[in-house]
């Protein structure tokens, strides 16, 4: 499927051609962020700003969209606008694969209504995806250390979504996919190993194990737990080992995907050891994620290479990433949306996000969000907490939202899926690790600049019944 301009919700063409009737020049301020955390972690990995911009640039309805619109009733003079319709406008965004926090804004569109109403599905439907898939890839990174990790979730994946999930997984700290499509088109390392299926048509685990390593000795891992693991598998696999010697190859490793991996880990270790083959590499799979590879480095379990699905690629256990699109200006004037929700109340203006660095130039653990007029600002409030608030005097600090986009014209260098993992690998590093831990996370501080805080309450009681 071709990412059109139809790739939204009905409501936004409603909403659409209301404006195209009573304000077709409206000019509109849209903030994307996000509530709380994902995993109940202490961080974010924003993922899939290179994809937006692109298919941004781009965007059009197609002719059979226009037909399709037809038919739902809208009407001739908008769907002739509808013909000609390009996203001409201006977006500052946080960078792709930057370390970000809940309630501020990590993009900010600024457009015709119209133009950024229809653009909000796709955005959405593409952040939160990616971003909710990069971060658990980087929980799982966290727990992994310097182990290999090579998504294998493509067949779990929410139908097309693994195409992108493969993508943020080597954002969020993977090394390689068995994603082949995902691999060519983002430039990412495919990487494989073998079925039980394989070895199941054979019957003979020896002789399919022999047939392998003869066509694919390159980069050949023996799977070895389809009748027996340590009995059977592993002595076949260091025949096969001998054999590749032999004719001037090696094997690459063996695969556990079932039992109790920590226990086979250091069995096969010490018997592929034993037989001096200290280079053949442990590849472990089966429902991994950040907790059982966690357990399973606390256990000893001298495993190589961990391959992912499922839980990687469905962001298991949190289902979607729930990141809002709310407009803070129109046409100039600051808007809100109230909630019951205190937390849920949006922040009016167009907007800086400024994040505070120590002397070492490491995050200080607060981001402080100002009106774009006011420049960077040397005091924050605690959103909510009137007893909270913290002087920034002294710090240095980063200006995060940056142009990407001007006049529906990319205008950020475009970066490889690698450049943005490595970047993404610079920001995490500047994150202390008390942000990065799974229990009870520290709080990454947001604040309000004084003015913003002030200019919010005054909405919120003019809004107020
Ligand atoms: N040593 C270990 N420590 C912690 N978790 C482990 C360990 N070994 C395996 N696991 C995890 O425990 C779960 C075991 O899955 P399951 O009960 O399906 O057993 P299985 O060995 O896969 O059986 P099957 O033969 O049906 O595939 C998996 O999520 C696996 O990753
Ligand atoms: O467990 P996940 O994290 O989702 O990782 C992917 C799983 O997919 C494969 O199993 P499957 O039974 O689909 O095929 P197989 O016959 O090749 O093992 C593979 O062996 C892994 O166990
Ligand atoms: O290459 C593998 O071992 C692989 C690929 C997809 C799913 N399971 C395993």
Known sequence: MKITAAYTDLYQLSMAQVYFKTKPDGRAVFDYYYRSNPFDGGYAIFTGLENVLEILENLKFAESDLNFLKQHGFESAFLDYLKTFRFNGNIRSSREGDVVFPNRPILQVEANIIEAQIIETMLLNLLNFQTLIATKANRI???????????????????????YASRAAIIGGFDGTSNVKAAEDFNISASGTMAHSFIQSYGD?????????????????????????????LQNAITVAKEMEEAGEQLLGVRLDSGDLAYLAKQTRKI????????????????????????????????????????????????????????????????????????????????????????????????????????????????????KNMSLKGFDYEAVLQDVMTEGKKVSPSRTVTEIANYSKSRLEKLPEEYKRFQNPHIYKIGLSAQLKQERDKLVLKHKF
Do not use: W
Not at 218 to 230: A, E, G, M, P, S
């Open 272 to 387: 592929l050891d034993e037989a001096n083959l200290g280079y053949v590499k442990i590849v472990a799979s089966n429902q991994l994620d950040e907790y059982v590879i966690k357990s399973l480095k606390e256990q000893g379990a001298p495993i190589d290479i961990y391959g992912v699905g499922t839980n990687l690629v469905t962001g298991k256990p949190d289902a979607a990433l729930g990141g809002v699109y709310k407009l803070s200006e129109f046409n100039g004037t600051p808007r809100i949306k109230l909630s019951e929700n205190i937390i849920k109340v949006s922040l009016p203006y167009k907007k800086q996000v400024y994040r505070i660095l120590d002397k070492n130039g490491m995050f200080y653990g607060a981001d402080a969000v100002a009106m774009f007029t006011e420049g960077a600002v040397d005091y924050m409030e605690h959103p909510f907490d009137a007893t």
């Open 205 to 233: 685990e020896l002789q399919a194990f022999r047939d392998f390593a003869k066509v694919r000795p390159k980069n050949c891992v023996l799977l070895i737990d389809t009748y027996n693991t340590l009995r059977s598998g």
């Open 141 to 163: 990174r966290h727990s992994a250390k310097n182990a290999t990790l090579l998504d294998m979730g493509l067949r779990r994946a929410h139908a097309t979504g693994g195409y």
